[in-house]
């Protein structure tokens, strides 16, 4: 969604919870759906993610849960995140939602995202596992660095990317949030 801005900081939450849930992913579904990294080879290549809430049609309503969102109780982990979301931007709900790891030492390349349910979803980044000075999220010619634990917003209406240049893979959980004011009935 295009926010006028380049980032929003929406607040804090407690990482521990979610963080604990990672250690409950099989290594091996880490590398499982490769969907990401096929379509945007180039953008997506050094990128791992577990679908929590995904469709390969990127559908705006009823988003298909898959395992990880029930085995790790996803829906109780984000009571804290839904709040502020619904605070911020009113009643809404979860188009998608995934966990994404990007490999130490590398990048997200530069990138817009496109469709019609990214115009209407607010992009959310929450950092989990990374050397956070270390991690620049860059939007337009701004960057910025995320702590664990907190909310942001980002503008993926413009060019946007992501540099690890740690020496960990960074893992943020990302979530384009969409609300019930009647943006976006006309989408699938």
């Not at 969907?35 to 080879?41: A, E, I, L, P």
């Not at 109780?76 to 009113?90: A, D, F």
């Amino acid at each position: 969604m295009n926010i006028g801005v380049n980032f929003k900081f929406l607040g804090t939450i407690d990482p521990q919870p979610l963080i604990e849930s990672l250690s409950k992913i099989e290594d091996v579904d880490w590398g499982a759906d490769t969907f990401r990294q096929d379509t945007y080879k180039g953008i997506h290549s050094a990128t791992q993610a577990i679908h929590l809430i995904y469709d390969t049609d990127f559908r705006h309503f009823n988003g298909t849960k898959h395992k990880y969102w029930s085995l790790l109780n996803m829906e109780e982990l984000l009571k804290p995140v839904m709040e502020s979301l619904k605070k911020e931007y009113g009643p809404g709900y979860l188009a998608r939602a995934v966990f994404v790891k990007l490999f130490a030492g590398k990048n997200v390349a530069r990138h817009i995202d496109v469709g019609g349910s990214y115009t209407l979803s607010h992009r959310i980044h929450i950092s989990l596992i990374a050397e956070e000075d270390n991690i620049m999220y860059i939007v337009r010619d701004e960057d910025k660095t995320f702590k664990l634990g907190e909310i942001w917003e980002i503008n993926d209406m413009v060019e946007h990317e992501v540099k690890n240049n740690s020496q960990i893979d960074r893992i943020n959980l990302i979530m384009d949030y969409a609300t019930l004011d009647g943006k976006g009935w006309w989408w699938k």
